[in-house]
């Protein structure tokens, strides 16, 4: 018994000491820095570095759902982000990128437009953002799956790099929407397939337990949005050259 | 060497009477004859309970201490575990005393007041999600903002919900201890014939489960979160320990053997586990493995799940004997208590579950709220426990009376 509560005692002080250790570690003037085992993947994205190197224009192709966009402030959105921080990063490179919203698509929905939408746009990088209409709509996580890997799967035979991107994190409506299924599916997914996924979930977790955002709070309007989306796109970009292997000097 | 099993064979004086009469009208199963508690169960139960309800709040200090982050079980399985255990224990002994017909009556009594529970409890989700739909305006969130669209057509989402088909989060837990308790009066009498049999056929449903892939289909589509198809496993195999066969495996969880096997099978989880928290350690995990255990699926009670939880078991009924001291101090109290009011406090959790979300969503504050929250839920479920067990042992004249009637199945089978 006395052990017990010793035990308990460490543990909790583990914890303590765990979960503080970022906030700590986060300098005041930086908002939004993402801790750097969020952004670590063990997969690469060869395609991109191939056209980064050989001074080809990198074509992205940003396929997701309605929490892709900002309503009426698309320029503010991370897809547009993520291209500004491209651009700034890669500055030889010319960097072209679309989005396709498939707002109110399931993962199975969307999979089955990958094909075509390689086809017309021919891009070297898909970044799939997926997940939240399936757990919305609790889709079978059996069927999400499977959905996921024939989506990646046609992706990489349509010869492109692909990003997963999955569901924001959401603390307003997590008693009434289970993501935790997907988020799981969706990591193992793409370990398996060896995609780069970019956890916009913890990151944004972090962010929220750092202090950084608001995340449970209503007051804040399109600002707070904004704010958010601009760093989603600063950080997806570290990501996308990190995982590309692409060292200071391709970036010049 | 304790079994989980003890309080059966510990005859008193006063029982010894029904206990032969028992024995002689069902030579199959030793039946429950002591009215002792066991108090290990109840002090797990009440542990579950907790865990549970950290479970459901977001992410906090609390959450790193739930067993989920250090292996595959999690709270569900210790808490259908030992529901199966005291139903089969208080349910069990009504059948052979009272006969199958009363015994069936008190089980569906006890089916009606979990699913009155359960609709209580969507009425409290209702009144919460629908303030939130007409408060809550954040441009981040417009699309998660689509879970309120089942609020637009009420007549069938309310229906679906009386029928068990539509449940929010968190509220999966209770449509299973429905189902398994509707089913408790069959699996009783079949225990009653053979238990081995039961347990076999039980282990039967569970593969022909995994191999048809039978499900329950959920609204508005989807299947249920917990498939009753698998885990009945977990629910009969505690009616089985409840009815002799943990004392008769008591040999195999006391050799050693068993003993190693389980630390080891623990440490690999806690490993596998660690490997999700900390990418760097990804590559601890062979590439094969993977493939062969991913996903670890908790709809239908996967097998390393199973296998998790009976280690968790073994482990503890060994190192925590059933006369352990520590049982009655009163540190435990709060716990065992909880574990003793076990669908009172569980719908008071997933209500307060619901009231923490809502006040931090209100009050925005950092990890010391999110903490406090958490705290207060446990010490509000603790008050209530007591208020309750005061109720029954107090307030309620009748209840000492009631007892000796020897229709304490109630009493005790604060059985969900």
């Known amino acids: ?252 | 060497m304790t079994s989980i099993a003890d309080p059966i064979s510990g005859t008193q004086l006063a029982d010894a009477k029904d206990a032969s009469a028992a024995v002689a009208a069902a030579p199959a199963i030793t039946m429950p004859t002591t009215s002792e508690r066991e108090l290990r169960l109840d002090l797990f139960r009440g542990l579950a309970l907790w865990l549970i309800f950290i479970d459901h709040l977001p992410t906090n200090i609390l959450t790193w201490l739930t067993i989920r982050n250090y292996g595959f079980s999690d709270a569900t399985e210790i808490f259908i575990f030992i529901s199966g255990y005291t139903a089969a224990f208080v349910y069990g002994r009504a059948m052979l005393q009272a006969g199958f017909v009363v015994a069936t009556a008190r089980i569906l009594r006890r089916v009606w007041q979990i699913y009155v529970a359960h609709v209580f409890l969507f009425t409290i989700f209702l009144a919460e999600i629908s303030y939130v739909a007409t408060r809550f305006e954040n441009p981040l969130y417009t699309e998660e903002m689509g879970i309120m669209d089942f609020l637009k057509q009420p007549d069938v989402t309310i229906v679906q919900a009386l029928l068990l088909r539509f449940r929010p989060v968190n509220m999966d837990v209770l449509p299973l201890y429905i189902v398994l308790m509707l089913f408790l009066p069959l699996i009783l009498w079949l225990m009653k014939w053979r238990t081995d049999v039961t347990l076999a056929l039980s282990a039967g449903l569970y593969v022909l489960t995994w191999h048809f892939d039978l499900y329950l289909s959920a609204y508005p589509n989807g299947v249920w979160a917990f498939n009753p198809f698998a885990w009945q496993l977990l629910f009969v195999f505690g009616a089985w320990c409840a009815l002799g066969g943990a004392r008769r495996m008591s040999r195999i969880l006391a050799s050693p053997i068993t003993l190693w096997i389980c630390i080891a099978y623990l440490f690999a989880a806690f490993l596998v586990t660690l490997s999700w928290y900390l990418p760097q350690l990804g590559h601890i995990v062979p590439r094969r493995i993977e493939q062969w255990m991913y996903p670890i699926n908790k709809t239908d009670l996967d097998v390393l799940r199973f296998a998790h939880f009976l280690a968790l078991a073994a482990i503890t009924v060994r190192v925590l004997p059933r006369d352990w001291p520590g049982l009655k101090s009163p540190w435990l109290r709060p716990l065992i208590l909880c574990g003793q009011h076990s669908l009172e406090i569980f719908c008071l959790g997933v209500f307060l579950a619901f009231a923490g979300h809502f006040i931090l969503a209100e009050v925005s504050g950092g990890a010391g709220i999110h903490f406090l929250v958490s705290v207060t839920g446990i010490v509000i479920m603790c008050a209530m426990a007591w208020v309750i067990s005061w109720y029954k042992h107090s307030a309620d004249k009748g209840a000492a009376r009631y007892k000796s009637a020897g229709g304490n199945a109630d009493l005790a089978g604060g059985a969900v």
């Open chain 1, 1 to 252: 018994m006395k052990s017990g509560l010793w035990t308990m005692l460490g543990l909790t002080l583990l914890a303590v000491y765990l979960s503080a250790a970022p906030a700590r570690a986060g300098d005041p003037e930086q908002i939004c820095d993402v801790p750097a085992n969020l952004l670590a993947t063990e997969s690469s994205l060869r395609k991109v570095a191939e056209a980064v190197r050989s001074g080809q224009p990198l074509n992205v192709l940003v396929v997701g759902s309605r929490s892709s966009t900002i309503p009426s402030s698309e320029a503010s959105a991370y897809p547009a982000k993520l291209q500004a921080a491209l651009k700034e990063s890669l500055p030889s490179t010319t960097v072209n990128l679309s989005v396709e919203l498939q707002g109110a698509k399931t993962t199975a929905d969307t999979a089955d437009t990958l094909v075509k939408l390689v086809e017309a746009k021919r891009p070297t990088l898909v970044i799939w953002q997926t997940g939240t209409v399936d757990a919305i709509r609790a889709t079978d996580p059996d069927d999400f799956r499977s959905a996921l890997d024939a989506g990646i799967g046609a992706l990489q035979q349509a010869g492109t790099d692909v990003v997963l991107v999955n569901l924001q994190y959401s603390p307003r409506t997590e008693s009434m929407i289970s993501g935790s299924p997907y988020l799981d599916n969706m990591r193992v997914s793409a370990h398996e397939h060896d995609v780069p996924l970019f956890d916009r979930f913890a990151i944004m977790h972090h962010w929220n337990d750092a202090g950084d955002f608001d995340l449970f709070s209503s007051a804040h309007g399109v600002e707070l949005a904004k704010r958010v989306h601009a760093c989603l796109g600063r950080a997806l970009s570290k990501f996308v050259i990190d995982a590309a292997h692409l060292g200071p000097a391709q970036q010049n």
